[in-house]
Structure formats: structure tokens, C-alpha cells
């Protein structure tokens, strides 16, 4: 059983056009976080949702547009794809309580933009 | 904002070696983790250890939260162990973000 899953794992398409990505956890965490990991292997929190309450939105491009329709899931999506998007996205979960608690990750989704 | 370093970016191993990897950060944090990415990318949490000292197996981790730094220790290295390792920290009232190293690359060969 996966606990966090991402799909597609593999996107290949072109500039301009529009994509999304899924992700799902069945941990039965309250918090959801969507990073992307650049060719030098950098990672960077994009978003966090808390109960579907967007709660860290990082410096990005207003084409991506998380969707959190409940607890469980995490949507990305991305408008007018450019050269420079092309990264890992991860997608991570974890459970919000008093201290912060260990972070688990999806697989990572490899987008490619030609 | 808050910085984290680690050492060193790269490090080749013979099977069966010890090694130690270092994170500094440049701030108290209340949050600290370590993971490990392996060749097929995928991430695994290895330690939440925002102080003290914890051990998994033939890996070991201790933060001196006071010196603003963390080790993680690896006895014994297998080829499996091969891959990259992060340590990320957060501070309290920032949302549970954390702020990701560059990573140490580490390569053990048979």
C-alpha cells in the first residue's frame, strides 16, 4: 500500500501547454506540501495546505494553482508550461500537531518541457 | 532567512567504511530532519531529530541544537547507502516549512 502517491510519474509535453499532477495520501495526515527539486538536486516547498487551508505559498509563478479538495488529496496544476519548469515535483504529507512531525514523500513526478 | 550547510558535498566510500555527514544551520529551529534520496530519486525520512540523539540501525544522528549543528553517522556503509543526503530545518511560526541543504552526495563502492 502506497502511503503517498503521485501521478503521472513521468510528463513529457510542450511548451505552452497546460498539465496537472495528482497526489494522494492514505496516512491520514491533515498537511500536504508540494516541492520541486531543480537539476542540481535543490528542493523548495511551492505550497503546504493544513485541512485544505493553503498555509505557506512560496514565491511562484501565479501559473501554478494547488487544489486541495480534502484532507487526503493535493493537485497541482500548471499553466502555460515553460523550458524552465521542467523538475522533479514532489508531493509530501505529514501531521500537524503541537511540534512538527516527520515529512513523507511521493515518488516525485518528472516533468519534462520541450 | 535561515541557512543550512552541509559537508561534505561529495564523499566515495569503501564498503564497510564509517562515515560522519554535518549540517549547520545558521538559527535556532525547532524542526530537523534528515533524509535520504536514493539513485531512483525517491526520498525517505531517516531521522526527525531536532535535538539529542537518536539510532537506526547502523545509522545514528545528534543535533547540538545550542551549536547549531547536526551528524549523521554512518557505520558500516553498504552499496545500498549510496545516494544523497538532506538535512532540512524549520523554525517555530513559519507553517512547518522547512529549509532544505544542498545535500552531501554519497557514492559507496563494492
Known amino acids: 500500500d502506497t502511503a503517498v502517491s503521485q501521478t503521472p510519474k513521468y510528463l513529457v509535453t510542450q511548451m505552452g501547454n497546460d498539465k496537472s499532477i495528482k497526489c494522494e495520501q492514505n496516512l491520514g495526515h491533515d498537511t500536504m506540501y508540494w516541492y520541486k527539486q531543480d537539476s542540481k538536486k535543490f528542493l523548495k516547498i511551492m505550497f503546504s495546505?493544513?485541512?485544505?487551508?493553503?498555509?505557506i505559498n512560496e514565491t511562484v509563478p501565479n501559473r501554478f494553482s494547488p487544489k486541495s479538495p480534502d484532507k487526503a488529496h493535493l493537485n497541482l496544476h500548471i499553466n502555460s508550461l515553460e523550458l524552465g519548469d521542467s523538475a522533479v515535483y514532489f508531493c509530501a504529507s505529514s501531521l500537524w500537531t503541537a511540534i512538527p512531525e516527520t515529512q513523507y514523500f511521493g515518488p516525485g513526478t518528472r516533468l519534462l518541457v520541450l | 532567512g535561515i541557512q543550512v550547510e552541509q559537508s561534505p558535498p561529495d564523499l566515495i566510500l569503501q564498503e564497510g567504511a564509517n562515515s560522519t555527514l554535518r549540517c549547520n544551520f545558521s538559527?535556532?529551529?525547532?524542526?530537523l530532519q534528515w533524509f535520504h534520496q536514493n539513485p531512483w530519486g525517491q526520498l525517505i525520512n531517516l531521522f526527525y531529530i531536532p535535538s539529542g540523539t537518536k539510532q537506526n540501525g547502523r545509522l545514528s544522528a545528534t543535533t547540538v541544537a545550542t551549536e547549531r549543528y547536526s551528524l549523521l553517522y554512518i557505520s558500516s556503509s553498504q552499496t545500498t547507502d549510496s545516494g544523497v543526503y538532506f538535512c532540512a530545518v524549520g523554525r517555530a511560526g513559519n507553517n512547518r516549512k522547512l529549509i532544505w541543504g544542498l545535500g552531501t552526495s554519497l557514492a559507496v563502492n563494492p
Open positions: 495546505y493544513n485541512n485544505k487551508e493553503l498555509i
Open positions: 538559527d535556532s529551529v525547532n524542526n
